[in-house]
């Protein structure tokens, strides 16, 4: 099979559904994974949310609801803990990260008993930027959906400015421009869906104002560009009762700090749309993040990145052939298409990196020893061929 054909194509988009649909948990979850050691038998509502809106986005509207519903109950559930943590946040108490709402679960829906680097929002916000597009897509309902976005909705409206890790799980202490970017996203899809009581709306509402400055104000480097962090810390939050979990990475802080871009920046723009593709904000972050780190429709994750000794990850040549596409330019969406479609193996799967070019050669090692070889299948990889062919007309 030629890659770049018409037929490879749509034959990816196929079997990317196949993929994704075989490994959904009868939950409804979507295992990040399911043989990669470090995450199975968990769901991620970050990979999760891009998972189900690349099927939905494909037609399969039966398996993004399934995942929507398992998203509902799970976070439904967890609605006196979020109270709870928003009476002692009203009334000035402090809350230690460990006591936020998870960044995975078990296919069950279960806090999980091993070890992570728990505590990101921007799943919460991608899960309901997902849900609402979905719901709007194939006029659906979701059952128990209104009151988990009335949950993740309180939860974020109060908790929005508060540091958390990033996408990659690293640098628990900062204010992530791209986790605002999802909360931004999420939070606008809760007030605008009309199901949120009106004083919680008016708050979310407020919290949507006061992201968009914050951003405009802080987020944003003297060259232009969104940057990785905003660069005042905001009083982080104490540290566990045990001590904090050790950092996933080994941190270089240097070339890290809050002027570099990170590729997950590309989704502040399409398709979160906090900018707008043509605004010049928008228009330097996308070329920043592609001059630094796309390198032959592979993108790297930002400079510094040593995990697995930093490859290019497919899912960031999503956003990145995403952003093209939003702007326009379809041979340079395509070609991005082309380049995750070549990663795919015999079984048609696709991995979470390729390690041919490596910004930090010597770090791989470590961690082929620690967690052996690179996910495969990630399904977010499917999931964001998916999108991005949706993007492109491209169908199976
Ligand atoms: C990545 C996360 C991702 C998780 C599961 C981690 O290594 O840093 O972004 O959500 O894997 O795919």
Known sequence: MIVGSDLARAQLVSRSID?????????????????????????????GAFIAEGMSRAGQVAGASAFHAWCAEVIGARHARVEDLVRRARAGLPVSAAEMLPTRFTLEGGDGADEWWDHQLDGYGTWLWALAE??????????????????????????????CYDWWEEHVDQR?????????????????????PGGEAAAASEAVAEIAALVAEQGVAPAGHLRKWLPSAQGAMPAEPDGPVAPLHDLHAEGLGGDAVDASLLACVAPFGLYPVDHPVA?????????QLAR??????????????????????GFLGLNHAAAGRRAEALRYLDWMAAQADEAGELPEQVSDVLLAPRRREEWLERWGPVARPLLWSHGMYLMLADALEVRA
Do not use: C, K
């Not at 990145?305 to 899912?315: A, E, K, P, Q, S």
């Open 283 to 291: 228009v330097a972050t996308v070329a920043e993040v592609e001059r």
């Open 296 to 317: 032959d429709g592979g993108v790297h994750r930002f400079r510094a990145d040593t995990f697995y000794g930093g490859g290019r990850w497919l899912l960031l040549a």
């Open 19 to 47: 993929v994704i649909s075989m490994h959904q948990s009868p939950s409804g979850a979507y295992p990040a994974s399911p043989t990669f050691s470090a995450y199975r038998g968990y769901a991620w509502l970050r990979d």
């Open 176 to 196: 992530h421009v791209s986790t605002l970017g999802a909360v931004h996203a999420g939070l606008r899809a809760a007030v605008t869906g009309g199901t949120l």
């Open 134 to 163: 979905h719901t709007a897509r194939h006029g659906v309902r979701v059952p128990g959906a209104d009151e988990a976005v009335r949950v993740a909705a309180l939860y974020l409206t109060w908790f929005w400015n508060q540091p």
